[in-house]
C-alpha cells in the first residue's frame, strides 16, 4: 500500500493544475478577500506626538488606501511568478508603482492568505462530496446486507454468505476510501498548491514516440537467431509517454526506487555476497526479496536476474556527472558503446533550486553490445534524480513495463543506477548498481559467456566507460598541447577540432556496428559465427557523411588470443600492411598523435599511408584507439587532405566527411571462466571440436562502410556487395593469422 510518508520531501515532482471555479456560497468570501487585499494593509495605530495629544481623545486608525486597478494587475501577475518576493524585488516593485515596500509586503501576505483560503474551501468541499458519495454507498450496503436472502433455501442470509459481486463492491468501497484518505494525506502537504486532475486513462492525450533513424532510413529488426520470439516488436518506436493517470504512480514508484539504489549501493553481507575467487560480489535473491518485498512485481517466467555493483574514482566534478546523466543528449554520447538510442518522452519535473535536485523524466533507450549477434536490450523507464546531502548525488532509472500491460518486453530495469560523491580536487567516487532481469536465450553462444559474466551490460562495463571518457573529457579541455602530443598539431585549437571529429568518428562507428532494431542486417551466406552482414544506407543532406549509398558489412569471430594482444596488433601503424588490404603494402606514417588517457593505447592518431606504387597519391587515416577492462575500440576512417589542414588549424570539424570502419575486441568471458562453452561451428578452424569459448581469448567484430555509389538514387549492385563481402573475409583471414603467428 501507498505511504504518504514518502513524498514529504518530493512534494516538489507534482505538477500544477487548474482549479475549478469557486461554489456559490463562497463568492461573498471571495469578495471580502477582494476588498481586503486591494487595500495597502497600512492600518498600523498612527500616535501622534506628545504635544498634540489629547487625554480625552482616542488614537486614530489612518486611513485604508485603495491600490489602483493598475497596481493590483502588476502585482497579481508578479504573484504568479513569485508568491514571495524578497526586499530587492518588493523595493523594486513599490517603486514601478508608487507604493512604499511595507505596503508591498502586506499585500503579497494578504495575498497569500486569501489563496490559502481558497484551496482550503475548495479541498473541503471535493472531500465533503467524496464523504457524501461514500455514505450513500454505505447505506445501499447496509440495506441490501439487511434484505438478503439465501439462494437455497429462501430464508435471511447468514454473514458471509452475500453474492460474489457484493463482495467485489465492499472491496471496491474500502480501495476508494483509502484512496481518497491518501490524496487527502497529499493535500495536506500541498498548502497553497493546486492539486493534480487525473483523468481517466481512456481519455488522456498520449505522445506517440517516433524514433528517427537519421540516415539509416526506416527499418525494421534484424535477422538475429531467435529475435522474433516476441514478434519483434520495437519499444523505442511504438511507446509512448504517460498519461496523466500514470504520473501519481510513476513519482511512487521512483520515490521507492532511489530509497532501493542506495540501500543497493550502500550495504553489504548478506544482501551482497563475495565471490570466493575475488572476481567481484553476487546479490543473493532471497535476501533481495525480503529487504525489498514491494519493487515492481515477480520476475516474467523465462527471466533471469543479472545483478552487479562496482566503484570507482573518475576525473570529473559531481555537478558535471549529473548534468550529463540527466541530459538524454550528453548520456547517449558519452555512453555511445552501450546506448545504441535514447530518447527523453517527458519530464514530469526539472528539479528546484536551480539544479537538478528532484528532477524526473520519463525515457526509453536501448542497450546494445558491439556485435551484430547480440539483441539489444530496450527499457521504458523514469528516470530520477536526488541530492542527499552535500556533495552527494544518486541518479536512479526503474522500469515502467507495468504501464504498458499490451507491450512485450525481453528486458526490464529494476532500481538500477549509480551514487556519486563529491572528492577533492574535482574528482568524484561513483558507485554504479546494474539490476535487470531479462530473457537472453536469442544471444549467440560465443557471446553467452561475456552476457552472463556481466561484462556486457553489467555495472562494471558502464563505470569503465565512464572513467575511460571522463580522461578523454579531460584531455579534450586541456589548455595546452601535452608533452606526449607529437607531429603536425600546432595549436590547441587544432587538438581541440582533431579530438571533437575522432569523438564523431567513434560515435558513428558504435551507432552501426551493434543489432539496434533501427538497423536491418542480412546475412550473405553459411550459418555459422563469423558470417558477413551487410546492410545499406542512403546519405543525402548531411554534411559529416560523403553522399551516396553506403554499404555497410560487419563480423564477428572468436580468436583464442589475449584481447589486448589483439588490440595492440590492431592499433600499431607498423603492422597495419599486415592486415589493411586498402593500403596496398604502402608505408604508414604517424602524422600526428594525441594522448588521451593514462592507458598507452588511448590515443588519437593521424596516419600517412604513403602508397608503394607511385602513380597513386598518399592517403590519410584518421585513427582512434581506446581501450578499458571491458572491451577496446580501433576506429579509423579516410580523411581528404585539404578538409584535415582545416582541422588541424582549429577549424570546424563537422563538415568533414567521415566513413568509420574498425574494429570492436571484447573478452570472450570473465578471467578464470570455468564455464567454458564449446563453439562447433560448421566453418571453424579444423572442421572439429572448436574453439574453447570463455578460456581467456577475444571477441572481434571487424565493420566496414564503403561509398559503392556516389548517386543516392542508384541501385546497389550485386557486384559491390560481392566485392565488400570478399575484401572483409579477406581481413578476418589476414588478422587470424597474423595473430595466430604472435601468439605462437
Known amino acids: 500500500m501507498f505511504q504518504p510518508n514518502m513524498f514529504e520531501s ?4 507534482l505538477e500544477m493544475a487548474g482549479h475549478k471555479p469557486p461554489e456559490n456560497n463562497e463568492m461573498d468570501h471571495l469578495i471580502r478577500d477582494e476588498e481586503y487585499e486591494s487595500k495597502s494593509g497600512t492600518d498600523i495605530m498612527e500616535p501622534t506626538s506628545g504635544d498634540d495629544q489629547d487625554p480625552n481623545q482616542r488614537p486614530k486608525k489612518k486611513r485604508y488606501h485603495r491600490h489602483t486597478q493598475h497596481q493590483i494587475q502588476e502585482m497579481e501577475s508578479f504573484f504568479k511568478e513569485c508568491p514571495h518576493p524578497d526586499d530587492k524585488q518588493r523595493k523594486e516593485l513599490g517603486r514601478r508603482l508608487g507604493l512604499e515596500p511595507l505596503q508591498i509586503k502586506f499585500w503579497f501576505q494578504n495575498k497569500r492568505t486569501q489563496m490559502k483560503s481558497q484551496h482550503e474551501r475548495h479541498e473541503n468541499t471535493n472531500l465533503r462530496n467524496e464523504n457524501e458519495k461514500l455514505r450513500a454507498e454505505n447505506v445501499r450496503y447496509k440495506e441490501a446486507l439487511t434484505n438478503a436472502t439465501c439462494p437455497n433455501c429462501g430464508g435471511p442470509a447468514a454473514i458471509g454468505e452475500m453474492s460474489f459481486d457484493e463482495q467485489h463492491l465492499r472491496i471496491e468501497n474500502v480501495r476508494l476510501r483509502e484512496e481518497i484518505d491518501r490524496i487527502s494525506g497529499i493535500a495536506a502537504k500541498y498548502v497553497g498548491k493546486p492539486m493534480l486532475s487525473y483523468p481517466h486513462l481512456s481519455s488522456a492525450s498520449s505522445r506517440s514516440l517516433d524514433l528517427g533513424v537519421g540516415s ?17 516488436a520495437d519499444l523505442l518506436r511504438s511507446v509512448s509517454g504517460p498519461t496523466d493517470a500514470d504520473k501519481p504512480m510513476i513519482i511512487e514508484l521512483a520515490v521507492a526506487a532511489m530509497e532501493e539504489l542506495i540501500r543497493m549501493a550502500q550495504s553489504g553481507e548478506p544482501l551482497w555476497i563475495s565471490c570466493s575467487d575475488s572476481s567481484g560480489e553476487i546479490l543473493s535473491e532471497e535476501e533481495y526479496v525480503r529487504t525489498f518485498p514491494r519493487g515492481i512485481g515477480p520476475k516474467p517466467l523465462g527471466f533471469k536476474s543479472e545483478a552487479s555493483r562496482e566503484s570507482a574514482v573518475v576525473i570529473m566534478n559531481h555537478v558535471n556527472l549529473v548534468e550529463i546523466l540527466m541530459d538524454v543528449d550528453q548520456w547517449s554520447s558519452v555512453f555511445a558503446s552501450i546506448v545504441s538510442r535514447a530518447m527523453t518522452l517527458e519530464v514530469l519535473s526539472t528539479g528546484v533550486a536551480g539544479n537538478y535536485n528532484g528532477a524526473l523524466q520519463v525515457m526509453t533507450a536501448e542497450f546494445q553490445v558491439p556485435s551484430p549477434l547480440v539483441p539489444t536490450r530496450e527499457n521504458y523507464f523514469v528516470r530520477y534524480c536526488k541530492q542527499h546531502g552535500e556533495g552527494i548525488w544518486a541518479v536512479v532509472d526503474v522500469s515502467l513495463d507495468n504501464l504498458r ?38 544471444v549467440h553462444n560465443i557471446y553467452k559467456p561475456l552476457v552472463n559474466s556481466g561484462l556486457a551490460f553489467g555495472a562494471k562495463r558502464w563505470v569503465a566507460t565512464l572513467d575511460r571518457q571522463c580522461e578523454r573529457l579531460a584531455s579534450v579541455m586541456a589548455n595546452s598541447i601535452a608533452a606526449g602530443d607529437v ?38 551466406s553459411g550459418s555459422g559465427a563469423d558470417d558477413v552482414r551487410v546492410m545499406t544506407r542512403k546519405s543525402m543532406d548531411d554534411p559529416g557523411r560523403p553522399p551516396g549509398i553506403v554499404l555497410s558489412a560487419a563480423t564477428s569471430f572468436w580468436l583464442p588470443v589475449p584481447p589486448k594482444t589483439v588490440f595492440d596488433f590492431l592499433r600499431d ?19 600526428a598523435h594525441i594522448a588521451n588517457g593514462r592507458d598507452p593505447g588511448n590515443s588519437v592518431s593521424l596516419l600517412r599511408v604513403n602508397s608503394a606504387n607511385s602513380s597513386q597519391s598518399n592517403m590519410l587515416i584518421l585513427q582512434e ?60 578452424e579444423g572442421g572439429s571440436g572448436g574453439p574453447d569459448v570463455g578460456n581467456g581469448g577475444s571477441l572481434l567484430t571487424v565493420a566496414f562502410q564503403i561509398l559503392v555509389d556516389s548517386v543516392p538514387t542508384a541501385k546497389l549492385s550485386l557486384g559491390s556487395v560481392a566485392t565488400v563481402n570478399s575484401l572483409i573475409k579477406c581481413t578476418v583471414e589476414r588478422i587470424k593469422g597474423a595473430v595466430s603467428c604472435d601468439g605462437a
Not at 600546432?490 to 575522432?502: D, E, H, I, N, V
Request: charged share 20%.
Open 625 to 684: 584507439s581506446c581501450s578499458d577492462s571491458t572491451g577496446s575500440f580501433v576506429v579509423y576512417a579516410p580523411v581528404d587532405i585539404i578538409a584535415m589542414n582545416v582541422v588541424l588549424s582549429g577549424g570546424d570539424p563537422d563538415y568533414v566527411a567521415l566513413l568509420p570502419s574498425g574494429f570492436a575486441i571484447l573478452p570472450d568471458g570473465p578471467e578464470n571462466n570455468n564455464n567454458i562453452i564449446k563453439n562447433n561451428n560448421n566453418n571453424d
Open 405 to 442: 500491460p499490451t507491450s512485450v518486453s525481453r528486458c526490464r530495469r529494476r532500481p538500477s543506477g549509480c551514487l556519486i560523491q563529491e572528492l577533492p580536487n574535482g574528482y568524484s567516487k561513483v558507485t554504479w548498481v546494474e539490476h535487470v532481469e531479462v530473457d537472453d536465450r536469442s
Open 573 to 591: 601503424e607498423n603492422s597495419r600492411s599486415e592486415w589493411d588490404i586498402l593500403s596496398n603494402g604502402g608505408l604508414v606514417q604517424e602524422m
Open 487 to 524: 607531429g603536425v598539431i600546432s595549436s590547441p585549437k587544432g587538438r581541440k577540432s582533431m579530438l571533437k571529429l575522432a569523438e564523431r568518428m567513434l560515435m558513428s562507428f558504435c551507432s552501426g556496428v551493434g543489432a539496434s532494431t533501427a538497423h536491418t542486417w542480412t546475412t550473405l
Open 216 to 232: 539509416y532510413g526506416t527499418q525494421t529488426g534484424g535477422n538475429i537467431p531467435g529475435e522474433n520470439i516476441y514478434g519483434a
Open 10 to 13: 518530493h512534494h516538489h515532482l
